[in-house]
T-cell receptor
Framework: DAEITQSPRHKIIETGRQVTLACHQTWNHNNMFWYRQDLGHGLRLIHYSYGVHDTNKGEVSDGYSVSRSNTEDLPLTLESAASSQTSVYFC?????????????FGPGTRLTVL | KQEVTQIPAALSVPEGENLVLNCSFTDSAIYNLQWFRQDPGKGLTSLLLIQSSQREQTSGRLNASLDKSSGRSTLYIAASQPGDSATYLCAVSTSGTYKYIFGTGTRLKVLA
């Protein structure tokens, strides 16, 4: 079955370290998204991509970067992790067309920055 | 800027009760609206999606309605069960983009 996976599921890192969170989908969806979820803020969009080599900033993109070298993957990199980036990170995907644009979510990565 | 609000933030009801969860949005130029369920420590599961041209969608005991002109959507859950306990999130995508803006959710507890 087609699916969307994230790895690792849990990660603890020290302040200032670089970390990359992986997101892989097998639906052949054009659109991919990264969100963070924090108490009191709901889900907020970090970065998104509408296709290979396309990346765009969301509302909370500072300190994060993404690259899209193929359809299946959109890795999220924290260049120099800060304690404020402790959060649960969700990846999502949807199909680029004029249809429903239903979003499907991965299981999430819980990141702790000490 | 689109803003999405969900009221109430938390709700506790006895089993068997019919209930309504509310979602409001500030910009009526939406492409679609999606309702999700999130269990503690888990990802989001899509429940219903309503396109801007539709008024409602139904799936089993769930019915979602959309009133674009008033900027509102409701999720109706019939004959609630303890297994319905979860956080329910609504999200809207604005015309011209594929991005979703999320509300902060309603945490539902159904008591046996």
């Amino acid at each position: 079955d087609a699916e969307i996976t994230q790895s690792p599921r849990h990660k603890i890192i020290e302040t200032g370290r670089q970390v990359t969170l992986a997101c892989h989908q097998t639906w052949n969806h054009n659109n991919m998204f990264w969100y963070r979820q924090d108490l009191g803020h709901g889900l907020r969009l970090i970065h998104y991509s509408y296709g290979v080599h396309d990346t765009n900033k969301g509302e909370v993109s500072d300190g994060y970067s993404v690259s899209r070298s193929n359809t299946e993957d959109l890795p999220l990199t924290l260049e120099s992790a800060a304690s404020s980036q402790t959060s649960v990170y969700f990846c999502a995907s949807s199909l680029l067309n004029r249809g429903p644009n239903e979003q499907f979510f991965g299981p999430g990565t819980r990141l702790t920055v000490l | 800027k689109q803003e999405v609000t969900q009221i109430p933030a938390a709700l506790s009801v006895p089993e068997g009760e019919n209930l309504v969860l509310n979602c409001s949005f500030t910009d009526s130029a939406i492409y679609n609206l999606q309702w999700f369920r999130q269990d503690p420590g888990k990802g989001l599961t899509s429940l219903l999606l309503i396109q801007s041209s539709q008024r409602e969608q139904t799936s089993g005991r769930l019915n979602a309605s959309l009133d674009k002109s008033s900027g509102r959507s409701t999720l109706y859950i019939a004959a609630s069960q303890p297994g319905d306990s979860a956080t329910y999130l609504c999200a809207v995508s604005t015309s011209g983009t594929y991005k979703y803006i999320f509300g902060t959710g309603t945490r539902l507890k159904v008591l046996a």
